[in-house]
């Protein structure tokens, strides 16, 4: 028994390594668990079948680091450099095994050349009508600044900071002072040298005050693993030219939360894709997490924050990888690092609400407080605080689209028996959709990922107007999900991603949805008058 256990582990490894983005990952698991050796070999077998494969060449410098073999780990190391891994790789880690090669003429010739430059960003992360955060990591310890300006006026708005080892060498520079409906070009400056060329610049517009404007276009998704050939959908994204960009969850996967050194590889690998890089120094993006992100499959912790010991721990390196103008209830402290212990009466998270005119948009943290699902019970998926913050925010909103983003789809169909979905937390899908009608609040569309592939839904609620669910988590992953024939439409052929489009302009306000593929190519659309939306 004990041998047909270890058979069976060792094809589901094998399974999840015919997936491109755990191949690399879980020989760097394997690495810091001792195996370097024979991690060694087998990505030895693996550089033979693709040779041209740069990632492969650099997990074998790490792994001849743990094994102490210099001269060959720095061969590995020039070979990945050769065939074009980017050079921002090799300073930002994993910075522990690449120390070794510290002293390298490659490595002291690229800490060189990245002294005033960054090892990662500028990406634009939340903006609102009066401020933005401009996210980057640096090679080392540095002052960084942000400084924008517009076409009509040259006097500069400047934010400053530090990035730090603690922080992994990211900052988030938060500029104020802001006017909405306007164009802001920018800079970084890193130690006082103003960065040149396209890898130093930013550009965002700001969203318009609230009342009547223009229509809002909004891409987004989930299910964003690694796969260098898929990379390019950031591309087709870039080409729609959206206002804002939504990332809902499973947006790198990581699958391992007691080890920051994996987690941080893995962010490493997405933020040095000079498609990444692109699309997201010239979009506003806003980011929540789902289960692939912080822990493992279909995971859930319970309510403490304390617990399991690595909750904080990974929360700590998501919010030092984005910049989203909220976490949970906790006071921002922009600058700072986050504490790696909280006071007792936070309740830290991925949660918070953002306004873009006359749309409210409700990000939502499905993980960090989830207990046991069981559709039958008063289990909660969001827990109390984060819970009562969603019914005073809906309350509050005099929004004319109330946009709510869920890592996981409200529509119980989307994922058969599985209780991973708001299936196994029923009662409380039943309290959030009885506060919309007993508030009598319109306007309500949902947005939502983990499933590997796009789908339109209609929710009947008796009583009140249906609610309709978009739902796309397929970005860049090579595993699929099946489709759902009871979908109003659902679409898994390629890589794909949601455009949304909302007209809040009085008269016709409309929704539109479409779902577009990694080629640019429109697969579905779903136009849903704003009078659907209505009592």
Request: proline share 7%; glycine share 8%.
């Amino acid at each position: 028994m004990r041998m047909l256990i270890l058979v069976l582990l060792a094809s589901g490894i094998l399974a999840a390594q015919k997936q491109y983005k755990r191949v690399h990952q879980y020989a760097l698991r394997r690495i810091i668990n001792g195996n370097a050796k024979r991690v060694e070999k087998d990505l030895r077998a693996h550089a033979a079948e693709h040779p041209a494969d740069p990632e492969t060449w650099f997990m074998l410098a790490c792994a001849a680091s743990a094994a102490g073999r210099k001269a060959e780990g720095t061969a590995y190391l020039e070979r990945a450099h050769d065939l074009g891994l980017p050079a921002g790789r090799f300073l930002a880690g994993p910075r522990k095994l690449l120390a070794l090669y510290d002293d390298t003429t490659l490595i002291r010739r690229l800490h060189t050349e990245f002294r005033h430059r960054p090892v990662h960003g500028p990406l634009v992360g939340a903006v609102s009508i009066a401020d933005a955060r401009i996210w980057l990591r640096t090679s080392g310890e540095r002052n960084v600044a942000a400084v924008c300006t517009t076409a009509a006026s040259a006097t500069p708005i400047t934010a400053k900071g530090r990035t730090s080892a603690r922080d992994d060498f990211t900052s988030v520079l938060h500029l104020r002072g802001l006017r909405p409906s306007t164009t802001y070009s920018g800079r970084l400056v890193i130690d006082g040298q103003t960065v040149s060329g396209d890898e130093g610049a930013f550009r965002f517009t700001t969203p318009p005050p609230r009342g009547p404007h223009d229509p809002v276009r909004l891409g987004f998704g989930g299910g964003a693993g690694y796969v260098p050939q898929h990379e390019r959908m950031w591309s087709t994204i870039q080409g729609g030219r959206f206002d804002l960009l939504l990332l809902l969850g499973d947006n790198i996967y990581i699958d391992h939360p007691k080890r920051p050194i994996v987690q941080r590889y893995t962010y490493h690998r997405r933020q040095s894709r000079p498609e990444w890089r692109a699309l997201t120094r010239a979009i506003p993006t806003f980011t929540i997490w789902d289960d692939h992100d912080f822990g493992t499959n279909d995971c859930w912790v319970g309510p403490d924050l304390d617990q399991p010991a690595w909750k904080v721990p990974v929360f700590n390196v998501f919010r030092q990888n984005w910049a989203n103008p909220g976490y949970g209830d906790v006071p921002p402290r922009p600058g700072l690092p986050f504490a790696l212990t909280l006071p007792t009466k936070t309740r830290p998270g991925c949660w918070y609400t953002f306004a873009w005119g006359a749309i409210d948009f409700f990000m939502l943290d499905g993980r960090m407080y989830r207990e046991k699902p069981n559709e039958e019970s008063t289990t909660s998926m969001l827990g109390p605080r984060q819970k009562a913050w969603l019914f005073n925010a809906l309350a509050a909103s005099t929004a004319t689209f109330k946009v709510i983003c869920s890592p996981v789809p409200f529509e119980y169909r989307t994922k058969g028996n599985s209780k991973d979905t708001w299936n196994g937390f029923r009662a409380e899908r039943t309290e959030v959709f009885d506060f919309l009608t007993k508030r009598k609040i319109e306007g309500v569309v949902l947005l939502s990922a983990d499933r590997h592939r796009s789908d339109a839904w209609v929710i009947a609620r008796p009583g009140d107007y249906a609610l309709h669910e978009f739902n796309s988590s397929r970005l860049t992953n090579q595993h699929v999900h099946q489709t759902k024939k009871d979908a109003i439409f659902s679409y898994n052929a390629k890589q794909s991603f949601g455009s949304v489009t909302l007209d809040p302009r009085p008269g016709n306000p409309t929704v539109v949805y479409d779902v577009i593929d990694i080629d640019g190519v429109r697969q579905h659309r779903l136009v849903l008058p704003g009078s659907k939306l209505k009592r």
